[in-house]
T-cell receptor, first 115, second 110 residues
Framework: EAQVTQNPRYLITVTGKKLTVTCSQN?????MSWYRQDPGLGLRQIYY???????DKGDVPEGYKVSRKEKRNFPLILESPSPNQTSLYFC??????????????FGSGTRLTVV | QKEVEQNSGPLSVPEGAIASLNCTYS??????FFWYRQYSGKSPELIMS????GDKEDGRFTAQLNKASQYVSLLIRDSQPSDSATYLC??????????FGAGTRLFVKA
């Protein structure tokens, strides 16, 4: 089954404790992205990756890091989480390539609470 | 002005009616437009994409694009209670980013 797998689904952590949210896709997609979803603000793009070793900032990258060492994996790293990073996070992938644009397949989401 | 705007709703329609969801965007150079459906507690699911002016139909769904007026809409014919969800409009301005609206909540009353 074609899918994007995120882990964990739920996470409660304390301020300042580094964490990683994993994301993996099995569709051989080149494009992957991370979004956060907050009430009233919708989905906001954190980082995206056009291919292995190619990443760029979205609209809200502060406090986050990403890496793309393999095509299928795109982890989101919070080096020092703060309460304002409490949110619902989605990983997504797409077969976008060059000027061709397609929609996303989303993971199931990770609900993060930072206390 | 937000880059992609949608009425937050809720929009309430009776079963069997047509639901009309609207979205406006600010970047005139935008090339690709998408509608996603998100059930409560679930992830967004792509239901329509449209790239050219005019209408695109897929089953009970019709997406309409007017680039001159910078709006895109989604019509749902013969609305069913199972269509009750939040509908997200998404726009690709031409680069690698995709910008989402905050979504419109739709309730279909049985």
């Amino acid at each position: 089954e074609a899918q994007v797998t995120q882990n964990p689904r739920y996470l409660i952590t304390v301020t300042g404790k580094k964490l990683t949210v994993t994301c993996s896709q099995n569709m051989n997609h080149e494009y992957m992205s991370w979004y956060r979803q907050d009430p009233g603000l919708g989905l906001r793009q954190i980082y995206y990756s056009m291919n292995v070793e190619v990443t760029d900032k979205g609209d809200v990258p502060e406090g986050y890091k990403v890496s793309r060492k393999e095509k299928r994996n795109f982890p989101l790293i919070l080096e020092s989480p703060s309460p304002n990073q409490t949110s619902l996070y989605f990983c997504a992938s797409s077969r976008d390539r060059g000027r061709a644009n397609y929609g996303y397949t989303f993971g199931s989401g990770t609900r993060l609470t930072v206390v | 002005q937000k880059e992609v705007e949608q009425n937050s709703g809720p929009l309430s329609v009776p079963e069997g009616a047509i639901a009309s969801l609207n979205c406006t965007y600010s970047d005139r150079g935008s090339q690709s437009f998408f509608w996603y459906r998100q059930y409560s507690g679930k992830s967004p699911e792509l239901i329509m994409s449209i790239y050219s002016n005019g209408d695109k139909e897929d089953g009970r769904f019709t997406a309409q694009l007017n680039k001159a007026s910078q709006y895109v809409s989604l019509l749902i014919r013969d609305s069913q209670p199972s269509d009750s969800a939040t509908y997200l409009c998404a726009v690709k301005p031409g680069g690698f980013k995709t910008i989402f609206g905050a979504g419109t909540r739709l309730f279909v009353k049985a």
